[in-house]
């Protein structure tokens, strides 16, 4: 995988596992992101945001640019405009099941695409009466 396809790929992986299609995943890199993420917090009142946080070179001794990535998915929630009939740790535990699925395990050892980083997952602040929680995944670019 490279790097333009990280985002995209995982919210595919998200979109085929069992977070609602109602529910909004948002990527930050998205020209509209601020005011896509200030709508759905208003309607449905949660949202996921994908973020790709950071990079570091696998080993730089070697001719091709392998990198490690840190992915970043911030899930959103107004309680107060909710209606989505999914708490926030109900979808984070929704994001992590997707992530982790251990039937990926392929042949001689073969990896998923995606990994849960560690932790797996934190509380992010309460700002604004909303509340955030974070989950951490990674994956390596060519």
């Known amino acids: 995988m490279e790097l333009p ?3 995209p790929n995982l919210i595919a992986l998200l979109r085929a596992s069992d977070v609602p299609e109602s529910c909004p995943i948002l990527s930050s890199a998205d020209a509209e ?3 896509r993420l200030a709508e759905a917090l208003k ?3 949660i949202v996921i945001v994908v ?3 950071l990079g570091d070179p696998k080993e730089p001794s070697r001719a091709e640019l392998v990198m490690d990535n840190q992915i970043l998915i911030s899930v959103l929630e107004n309680p107060e405009t909710n209606t989505s009939g999914l708490t926030c740790l109900a979808l984070v535990q929704q994001v992590l099941t997707a992530i982790y699925r ?5 042949p001689r050892g073969a990896k998923p695409k995606f990994n849960l980083g560690k932790p797996a997952y934190e509380a992010g602040p309460l700002d604004d009466g909303l509340t ?7 994956c390596t670019t060519r």
């Open 51 to 53: 973020t790709l946080a």
């Open 132 to 138: 955030v929680y974070f989950v951490n995944a990674t």
């Open 102 to 106: 251990p039937e990926w395990s392929g």
């Open 43 to 45: 309607n449905p009142g």
């Open 33 to 35: 992101h601020n005011r």
């Open 5 to 7: 396809e990280v985002i």
